[in-house]
């Protein structure tokens, strides 16, 4: 058991910790010195973040976004979660499957289409916003602007902060309000008193959740913080480190992310405090009465336009943006008559380049490869964490899959870049998928854990007992219960590893591109039409594993 | 059959606090039912798991047949793969990803513990058939064991532990999730199945019923200690410590002096309902030397009355305090004296309708008294 145990902690451990110190050692390195030449240590890289004017105002600007996106995202979250589990809104169940299209789509995809509806001279709006009043020139509607920025940010922050919240709600015992009521507390008193403080941890946990994923946001800030002459520090980290024409400036890039590592640390620090002190207040029962709901009366016609234009918002006019922009080799703006010229040449010019080939191939690689080898470390894992004899061995592998949820993904990206630059991995698919595997794990091993934790140990006693070795056991009784569980965090890290940008931008050359590195290619040389055409595409890729993940989820009540 | 040595376990509990087994020892025999009965945190489900392999002892001797399983001396330890045992959990440990009959062959196909050659799809069908009739679901193969009722799970595990035919079977308090109707009915299936079958079994539990029905022979564990062993009967009827008498039923404990003793074992003590005589079979001369002891008296024992009766001894007066009905008996507590005293009054062969304030009379017959030291 312990060499087992000893193993599986260096296999996580080890890149973990490689990852954090060639970070910390790019910030003392000269230019152009080498990941492990002593032969000169600076202070340089932290003195010039010091002393520049910009590094207070990129504190400012990151501090202004992520503040209003998670304040805004909050209150249209918290909005939702009411309306579906404490008011009649008509349909009110369905919402959370519909939640699950927004999931699904990436914070790049709707960056992309709000620009095609929003940018202040060709955007669709805009034409017929002009049109409808009147107007000429540009605007009205200015999507590079912060405050663009922030609405499409937290737009995308809802539906993930909806199912932890809504899942939090829904597993509050009402029994506890109703205990409330009946002595002869009025409702207001009850929501005051009992309520809200038991949901204090589950809502502060979530914000810190959220606080975290709000910095290392990327693909908004870099789409629309261009234009907008708006950076945040993952932008900043990113075009250091790859810079169009200039020499990257990795040790600086490693101040930055050094700071950002620090605050997240203390961050998922006081995260696990809250979810380990939050589980004495979220109380489970299999038997729950539906709390009364609360009538809306006339605000209902409010409350459907509210769900009905949040969808409309984050999915369907920015898909229909890039549909449209998709389908005509020369742009028009919308009409009947144009629809005469719809044609696919875009999708064909996109599929006849070289390099979708290469593009498409390196995708299917890397999905498939990041997501079975992550499934694999974070079951490992999750397993040694639940049955490991030792309470401190078990504390620190669960810490262990933890960290890399504390480090921003700008900053594991940068670890790896700076850790792998000059080794024969670097140029290959495999420096992204070592990522992907990293990257995703916390999730995935949590998801294992709680699997892992609903086995009883004494159906693997029981096996030991009928003759069968420790890998037998594995084999036979733990792999075959676990099946659920692999199935879902395998498409979860699929989903999740075709729709990233931070890795492929940050790991990216020729040889080792991604469709996301094609789409972001096409983008920035402003073939707008083609960037639709992969857009679309790549939409259609993701809902593959998307939709049969959302049909096994509510299979097996994961 | 087994033979257990000095064994001694410590570990350290999550939520802290320490659990310990301390140098137990006991031998059991040959297609002997065997409990080692206790309240939670006795040790007992600890020493279970040490002979089942599951759990590594600190320092011991285990033997189980002619194999020496365990040796903190050789430092020799033999997995559970390959102890001669089957086990049946508490919780059953049903795999819910397999149905009744993978169940029951799953020790047979894949484990070794019935001999080191693969059996034939035909002999493991056979087997199974044959491990399920024993324990009456034959006909269940192709149930889901997710659709078994708790009772059905019962016998589902008592079948896969038994298929392989193991010299010795373990269960680890295998009623306790049963309802009571079913728990009791489950009770007389195992006595009667383990008596045809001749196998050894070592039962845990800490319900006193349970083990006073089921055993050939019972050990009590206290606080990882084994406090007494012996024959059911006996250790009901002659407990020779107080907390075995309460552990295995209701028992007046009387404390007092003894007055005196003659050497045939009969004497009179000096308790709070008065002076009482009893015959020990135990050495008299101890308890004549010790200064405190108590009188162990089962509520069942006494005899109550509304008028005086015949005898001459042991006879007292008392005041009744309060009464519940429990359907076979009246449970009356008795104010005798300084004294209460609990009596089990039998509805049926009693002329009396106690009721409280009443005043009665009650015989402690001096056999039914077990003079122990009061410590």
Same mark, same amino acid.
């Given at each position: ?18 990852? @954090? ?63 579906? &589990? ?9 919402? *959370? ?133 708006? $950076? ?111 044609? @696919?040449?875009?999708? +064909? ?14 995708? #299917? ?12 470390? +974070? ?20 810490? /262990? ?6 480090? *921003? ?41 709680? !699997?892992?934790? &609903? ?37 979860? #890290? ?10 492929? /931008? ?53 | ?5 000095? @064994? ?81 959990? &508490? ?31 035909? &002999? ?12 009456? @679901?034959?006909?269940?193969?192709? $149930? ?32 306790? =999730? ?41 050990? #009590? ?84 009355? +509304?008028?005086?009766?015949? !005898? ?18 009246? =449970? ?21 309708? *106690? !009721? ?20």
């Amino acid at each position: 058991m312990w060499i087992f145990r000893v193993v599986i902690m260096l296999v996580a451990g080890i890149p973990i910790f490689s990852f @954090l110190g060639a970070v910390l050692l790019y910030t003392v390195r000269p230019v152009g010195a080498l990941l492990f030449d002593w032969s000169a240590i600076t202070f340089d890289h932290y003195l010039s973040v010091a002393t520049d004017e910009y590094t207070l105002g990129l504190a400012v600007n990151t501090f202004l976004y992520v503040a209003a996106s998670l304040t805004v995202g909050s209150i249209l979250t918290v909005t939702f979660t009411w309306l579906v &589990q404490r008011s009649d809104l008509p349909y009110r169940h369905l919402i *959370p499957s519909i939640m699950i299209i927004p999931l699904a789509i990436p914070g790049a995809f709707i960056a992309f289409g709000w620009v095609l509806l929003a940018s202040p001279r060709t955007g669709l709006l805009n034409l017929w916003l002009r049109g409808l009043l009147g107007m000429s020139g540009t605007g009205p509607l200015d999507i590079y602007t912060y405050w663009g920025m922030v609405l499409l940010t937290s737009l995308n922050l809802v539906p993930s902060m909806f199912f932890m919240l809504n899942s939090q709600l829904r597993n509050m015992d009402s029994a506890l309000e109703e205990a409330g009521s009946v002595c002869g507390a009025p409702v207001h008193s009850v929501a005051r008193y009992i309520t809200l403080p038991m949901m204090t941890p589950a809502l502060a946990a979530s914000g810190i959740y959220f606080l975290i994923q709000l910095i290392e946001t990327f693909e908004i800030p870099l789409v629309l913080g261009l234009n907008a002459n708006f $950076r945040v520090f993952s932008t900043h980290i990113f075009f250091l480190a790859r810079p169009d024409l200039d020499e990257p400036q990795y040790g600086v890039a490693a101040v930055f992310a050094t700071f950002l590592t620090i605050g997240g640390l203390g961050l998922t620090y006081f995260y696990m405090r809250l979810t380990r002190a939050s589980y004495k207040y979220i109380t489970i029962r299999g038997q729950r009465s539906a709390p009364h709901p609360v009538r809306l009366g006339r605000w209902k016609v409010a409350a459907v336009g509210f769900v009905c234009l949040y969808l409309a918002v984050k999915v369907v006019l920015p898909f229909i943006a890039l549909l449209w922009m998709s389908l005509f080799e020369i742009w028009r703006p919308p009409s009947l008559e144009a629809l005469g010229q719809v044609s @696919l040449k875009n999708y +064909a010019y996109v599929l006849q380049d070289p390099r979708w080939g290469r593009a498409f191939a390196n995708t #299917v690689i890397l999905v498939v490869t990041a997501s079975t080898g992550n499934v694999l470390l +974070a079951g490992l894992i999750a397993w040694a964490a639940v049955r490991d004899p030792s309470a401190r061995a078990r504390w620190l592998l669960d810490w /262990l899959a933890f960290l890399p949820r504390s480090l *921003p993904n700008i900053v594991m990206a940068l670890a790896v870049l700076v850790l792998l630059l000059r080794t024969p991995l670097y140029g290959t698919i495999w420096v992204i998928v070592i990522a992907h595997i990293f990257n995703y794990l916390a999730y995935t091993s949590r998801v294992f854990i709680s !699997s892992v934790i &609903q086995i009883h140990p004494e159906l693997e006693e029981a096996a030991r007992l009928s003759g069968v070795r420790r890998a037998g056991v594995l084999r036979w009784i733990v792999l075959p219960l676990l099946r659920p569980a692999i199935l879902n965090a395998w498409l979860w #890290v699929a989903a999740h590893s075709i729709r990233d940008f931070t890795y492929p /931008l940050m790991l990216g050359t020729m040889q080792n591109m991604v469709i996301a590195n094609l789409l972001w290619q096409t983008w920035i040389i402003v073939q707008m039409e083609r960037a639709a055409a992969i857009t679309v595409m790549l939409m259609g890729m993701l809902f593959l594993f998307v939709i049969p993940h959302y049909y096994f989820m509510r299979r097996h009540r994961v | 059959m087994i033979r257990v040595e000095q @064994l001694h376990k410590t570990f350290q509990l999550d939520k802290g606090g320490v659990r310990a087994v301390q140098g137990v020892g006991f031998t059991v025999n040959e297609g002997e039912f065997f409990t080692l009965l206790g309240p939670s945190g006795s040790g007992k489900s600890t020493i279970l798991r040490c002979l089942a392999g599951l759990e590594h002892p600190d320092q011991g001797e285990i033997i189980i047949g002619s194999q020496h399983v365990f040796s903190s001396r050789t430092k020799h330890t033999v997995p559970p793969e390959e102890r001669p045992i089957g086990m049946v959990f &508490q919780s059953y440990a049903i795999w819910p990803h397999m149905n009744v009959f993978e169940n029951v062959a799953f020790p047979l196909k894949r484990g070794t513990k019935h001999g080191q050659k693969r059996l034939s799809e035909g &002999q493991i069908a056979e087997a199974v058939a044959e491990a399920l009739k024993k324990v009456n @679901l034959a006909g269940m193969e192709y $149930r889901p064991a997710t659709q078994l009722s708790g009772g059905q799970q019962q016998r589902v595990a008592l079948a896969r532990a038994l298929a392989h035919r193991p010299a010795v079977l373990l269960l680890d308090e295998p009623l306790s =999730n049963l309802d009571a109707k079913l728990r009791e009915e489950m009770r007389e299936e195992l006595r009667e199945l383990t008596k045809s079958l001749n196998i050894t079994s070592v039962y845990v539990t800490h319900d006193q019923v349970e083990a006073l029905a089921l055993s050939d022979r019972i050990a #009590v564990l206290m606080e990882g200690a084994l406090v007494a062993e012996g024959l059911p009967f006996e250790l009901y009827l002659h407990p020779r410590d107080k907390r075995v008498a309460d552990f295995l039923g209701a028992a007046n404990v009387l404390e007092g002096k003894i007055l005196k003793v003659e050497p045939n074992g009969e004497g009179v003590m000096q308790t709070g309902v008065g002076t009482l005589h009893f015959s020990s079979d135990s050495p008299a001369a101890a308890w004549s030397a010790q200064g405190k002891v108590a009188a162990l008296v089962r509520p069942e024992a006494i005899i109550c009355a +509304a008028e005086k009766p015949g !005898s001459a001894e042991n006879i007292f007066l008392g005041t009744i305090q309060r009464v519940t009905f429990q359907g076979s008996v009246f =449970n009356i507590l008795l104010r005798i004296n300084d004294a209460t005293l609990r009596v089990f009054c039998d509805v049926y062969n009693s002329t009396l309708l *106690p !009721s409280a304030g009443q005043k009665v009379y009650v015989c402690i017959p001096r056999e039914h008294v077990n003079v122990v030291g009061a410590s």
